[in-house]
């Protein structure tokens, strides 16, 4: 049997919630394996992103979540993978060293 179905495309804003969680949830994972005061300018920048990092972390799999059901939950979407790295983060950062 022949499948004449369209293929799914992800939307802009589902791409760019996808970047964005995972460059909060890399920016989490690089300030826990490294010393991020060891350099001067590291840990300047460290220090103004850490909070707004912070609240992306947070926010993102919120919207991600509402935005997916807005779609009307579509397994292909790049929603889903980054409500998968927004909690998996958290619960590492919580359970964490």
């Given at each position: 049997m022949k499948e004449?179905?369209?293929?799914?495309?992800?939307s802009r804003?589902?791409?760019?919630?996808?970047?964005?969680?995972?460059?909060?949830?890399?920016?989490?994972?690089?300030?826990?394996?490294m010393n991020v005061y060891?350099?001067?300018?590291?840990?300047?920048?460290f220090e103004l992103l850490w909070l707004p990092v912070l609240g992306m972390l947070f926010l993102l799999?919120?919207?991600s979540l509402t935005l997916l059901?807005?779609?009307?939950?579509?397994?292909?979407?790049?929603y889903i993978y980054s409500i998968l790295i927004g909690i998996a983060s958290i619960i590492f950062m919580v359970l964490g060293k």
């Open positions: 004449n179905s369209i293929p799914y495309k992800n804003t589902s791409k760019i919630v996808f970047l964005l969680s995972i460059i909060a949830s890399g920016l989490w994972w690089l300030a826990k394996g060891s350099n001067t300018i590291v840990g300047a920048i799999p919120i919207i059901i807005k779609e009307k939950i579509n397994v292909r979407s790049l």
